[in-house]
């Protein structure tokens, strides 16, 4: 039966500079942590969950972050950012009442949003910060 690391954050970060060193974009997360698995084996092998990795990948600052979404139906309110866990900012209006009408969320830090309409993340594409 294999047995498998978790590789601390620092030697992920490190694993994508690598990777980022000979390529400039890569196009879906899957593809990521195959490269980073890959990079990081040695005599053991290591594995990276692939919500962890897109966090890394955000806040190293080594990454500009595309999100691809579906549109979807659902209406429901969202407090964190279902791509890296922030909490998610309304977006509001003002309404010609006088009071405030909220319209979406926004998150600052990785730049997802949504309408009240959920849009859902389907890919991620990430490209070398320059
Ligand atoms: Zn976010």
């Known amino acids: 039966m294999p047995s498998y690391r978790i590789p601390t954050d620092d030697r992920v970060v490190e694993s994508l500079r ?26 053991e092998k290591y594995r990276v969950g692939e919500p962890r990795l897109r966090v890394l990948a955000i806040e190293s600052g080594l990454i500009n972050l595309e999100i691809r ?12 950012c279902p791509v890296c866990g922030n909490r998610l900012r309304k977006v509001r209006n003002m309404t010609v009442f006088g009071g405030t009408v909220t319209l979406g969320y926004r998150c600052d830090r990785c730049k997802y949003w949504t309408g009240l309409r959920r849009r859902v993340p389907t890919r991620y594409i990430f490209t070398r910060r320059s």
Not at 32 to 43: A, P, S, T
Not at 69 to 80: F, G, I, K, N
């Open 18 to 43: 690598r990777i980022l060193s000979t390529r400039q974009i890569v196009d879906s997360q899957r593809k990521l942590k195959h490269l980073i698995e890959k990079d990081l084996k040695g005599n």
């Open 69 to 80: 979404c579906r549109d979807t139906h659902e209406m429901r309110s969202l407090v964190r």
